[in-house]
């Protein structure tokens, strides 16, 4: 099963928005609604910040947001605060029943 | 409160075999299954494997097939998971993190194994 595909990095200013995507297959990403974020900052575990596509877990600000088209997921901050700078990780069940997670991508905060 | 308490670090020899403990609040053990995930230094987060919430059945990623095994334990909340024939490339963080099959959403502090001659 071959990772899902993210972007190394984006940036963004402060108040800004940015939209990370994630490319799998039919097989993963595309073929279930399963896909959730997780946000890591250095040192750190990670921490959930979207499952099933679009739903935020208690205590997660409605910043974050997450969306699915066809084969590829995206995670969208909005309101782009210091505090998001992190590396950002998508992951999908997949039809092997496993999950599979992408490259990850560091988010800069300008 | 859910609490996911794991092992300490390990060094260990090529070749040999590493088991990492992950002990988890009452509440949370007997309803969730449990996932296993590692980070290389400077890498991204790699999927293991899961195990259900009876135990009697894990899954494992497809390149570790025959050199790990989850198993858990219910009268004393805890997961374990064992990594055989340990070669340099299996220095990582190790992570266990409770969820359902498809996400995760409290993880462990994380376990360095280092794997060194």
């Known amino acids: 099963q071959s990772a899902l595909t993210q972007p190394a990095s984006v940036s963004g200013s402060p108040g800004q928005s940015v939209t990370i995507s994630c490319t799998g297959t039919?097989?993963?990403?595309?073929?279930?609604?399963?896909v959730s974020w997780y946000q890591q900052h250095p040192g750190k575990a990670p921490k959930l910040m979207i499952y099933?596509?679009?739903n935020r877990p208690s205590g997660i600000s409605n910043r974050f947001s997450g969306s699915k088209s066809g084969n590829t997921a995206s995670l969208t901050i909005s309101g782009l605060q210091a505090e998001d700078e992190a590396d950002y990780y998508c992951?999908?069940?997949?039809?092997?029943?496993?999950?599979?997670f992408g490259g990850g991508t560091k988010l800069t905060v300008l | 409160q859910v609490q996911l308490v794991q092992s300490g670090a390990e060094v260990k020899k090529p070749g040999a075999s590493v088991k990492i403990s992950c002990r988890a609040s009452?509440?949370?053990?007997?309803?969730?299954?449990m996932h296993w995930v590692r980070q290389a230094p400077g890498h991204g987060l790699e999927w293991m494997g899961i195990i259900d919430p009876s135990g009697d059945t894990a899954i494992y990623a497809q390149r570790l097939q025959g050199r790990v095994t989850m198993t858990r334990d219910t009268s004393t909340s805890t997961v374990f998971m064992e990594l055989s024939s340990l070669r340099s490339e299996d220095t990582a963080v190790y992570y266990c993190a409770r969820g359902v099959r498809n996400w995760v959403d409290y993880w462990g502090q994380g376990t360095l194994v280092t794997v060194s001659s």
């Open positions: 039919s097989s993963d990403v595309g073929g279930y609604n399963y």
């Open positions: 099933d596509v679009t």
């Open positions: 009452a509440s949370t053990f007997s309803t969730y299954y």
């Open positions: 992951s999908s069940y997949t039809s092997s029943n496993i999950l599979v």
